[in-house]
């Protein structure tokens, strides 16, 4: 996610060559690494405990921004109704491995802590669940052994009891070691078992099982939220089949959702994250018609464009948006639209 007005360019130009590069060794398509899947049946969630808001069948996630960077500013209780899960943009790194900190920016408008804690209890008591996102763009948090993964857990699960958040979101651009993340996340889920974890990958961390994001999310699956992958500051990437689809369209949303989909985790921890307007993003926004068609290709197998998945998809979470500030900009566009949507979903 983007915490500045400029998006990640370079980043779509690297991800275009690595997609190109992976059409021509023959890899990355869902039938790349099935003996990685993880095939065992999905598990109910533990039950919620008290005030912790049950994440609904089909859910809308939505980033808050706790700095300006041009968006509309918004305190938590602006936030739109549509939105089911908020993730509190961002926790931050300390100096000490793998521990993580958050502190309000004055920008945003809150005279207190207190203040930002209630605003958490009154979402909380509508239903939604508010969590805590790691990372971002800018986010410099490392968990690359069982210190830094005990220093992360302790962190948060303090920051969980000390704010009231609902879980984590993790959003870590700059690379992830699977084994401490799900060390680390496993810590968390042990101390608040109805944890809600989920997580931002970009594009290219979820091209195949192999890679360190979806070894992290197969390794919690059992407890895992959502993927809300970002399909968006990508350029093209190869969907599920073996085809190159460009960024901005319905094939690329559904190309892609295909290979998390067909290697091992469940519909329910599948989402599709894309940016709430053309300003929120480098590039990749779509119009809510088309993230819309491409919920109804998956779950209904109507509204696709030139690829069709060959099963349909009915359990699946819903969409993400970066972010809620650049909805309001956008007239709450995203939340009306797509938020309508997803709710409507059978």
């Known amino acids: 996610m983007v915490r500045a007005r400029s998006g990640k360019l370079q980043r779509g130009l690297l991800a275009t060559a690595a997609a190109a590069a992976l059409v021509s060794a023959g890899v990355a398509t869902s ?9 065992r049946p999905q598990q109910s969630a533990p039950a919620p405990s008290a005030g912790a808001a049950a994440v609904p069948k089909h859910a809308v996630t939505g980033y808050w921004q706790n700095f300006d960077n041009g968006a509309t500013v ?62 971002g763009e800018k986010g410099a948090v490392s968990v690359s052994d069982s210190a830094s993964a005990e220093n992360f857990a302790a962190s948060l699960n303090k920051l969980m009891d000390d704010y009231g958040f609902n879980g984590v979101d993790i959003d870590l651009e700059n690379g992830l070691n699977s084994t401490y993340m799900t060390q680390a996340l496993k810590a968390v889920h042990a101390k608040h078992s109805d944890v809600v974890v989920t997580m931002a990958p ?17 390794g919690i699956k059992d407890f895992l939220t959502a993927v809300n992958m970002q399909y968006y500051n990508s350029g093209s990437m ?18 892609l959702a295909c290979i998390q989909l067909e290697n091992g985790l469940d519909a329910s921890q599948v989402g599709i994250g894309v940016p709430a307007s053309s300003s929120a993003a480098g590039g990749g926004y779509v119009a809510p018609s088309v993230v819309n068609d491409a919920l109804d290709c998956l779950t209904k197998g109507s509204g696709c464009g030139s690829f069709k998945p060959s099963k349909t998809y009915p359990g699946l979470r819903g969409a993400m948006t970066w972010s809620t500030n650049w909805d309001a900009s956008n007239g709450n566009a995203f939340a009306s639209q797509v938020g309508g949507h997803v709710h409507g979903l059978p």
């Open 31 to 39: 039938g790349t690494a099935q003996a990685a899947q993880d095939t």
């Open 202 to 218: 970009q594009t290219i961390d979820m091209q195949s099982p192999q890679n360190e994001y979806f070894k992290t999310a197969l």
């Open 238 to 255: 190869i969907g599920c089949d073996g085809n190159v689809y460009s960024q901005g369209t319905v094939d690329f949303l559904t190309g």
């Open 74 to 135: 918004q305190k938590l209780k602006d936030v739109d109704d549509a939105y089911d899960i908020i993730a509190v943009s961002f926790a931050d790194a300390t100096g000490k491995p793998g521990e993580v900190t958050f502190k309000l920016d004055p920008a945003v408008g809150y005279g207190s802590d207190d203040d930002f804690k209630a605003d958490i209890k009154a979402k909380q008591a509508a239903g939604k669940s508010v969590i805590l996102s790691v990372g």
